[in-house]
């Protein structure tokens, strides 16, 4: 029997989206996205939870990502989950779990108390990777960050 790692998530971005180009001409957009689960606690007080998940995309994804997402926007994201490790600067190994997008849905305005986004082309929009583009093993030695 196979394996399945798929991400399915709806959250709001922390903070605006970066976008950098990799030395061989990829472009890539990182951002992250808050979901929150709330309950009810053993003492009867409402308590919320927010989790912050890293979200990577790549080529044309990326450009569409970074064009019409800013902070607050609300999304769909589906994609697959990897962890990479790197060395830092002091030789300590770091580790980051991040989505890699597969597909991401642009599902309304911004949670500020703002009108939806004017930059959006549709109130809800829906981009996925292409077959062409990459969506398995990320090209760590290719990543500007």
């Given at each position: 029997m196979g394996?399945?790692?798929?991400?399915m998530l709806i959250g709001r971005l922390g903070r605006d989206p970066e976008t950098k180009?990799?030395?061989?001409?990829?472009?890539?957009t990182t951002f992250s996205i808050a979901t929150?689960?709330?309950y009810t606690d053993k003492q009867g007080?409402?308590?919320?939870?927010?989790?912050?998940?890293?979200?990577v995309a790549w080529s044309k994804l990326a450009e569409i990502c970074s064009r019409y997402l800013s902070k607050g926007s609300e999304v769909y994201i589906e994609g697959s989950i990897q962890t990479r490790s790197w060395?830092?600067?002091?030789?300590?190994?770091?580790?980051?779990?991040?989505?890699n997008a597969s597909t991401v849905q642009f599902l309304g305005g911004k949670s500020d108390g703002g009108a939806p986004q004017q930059t959006q082309p549709q109130q809800q929009s829906q981009y996925q990777q292409g077959p062409n583009t990459p969506t398995g093993q990320m090209p760590t030695d290719d990543l500007p960050f």
């Open positions: 394996s399945l790692n798929k991400a180009t990799t030395p061989s001409g990829t472009q890539v929150s689960d709330r007080q409402k308590q919320e939870k927010t989790e912050w998940h890293n979200i060395d830092d600067k002091d030789g300590k190994k770091q580790y980051r779990t991040e989505i």
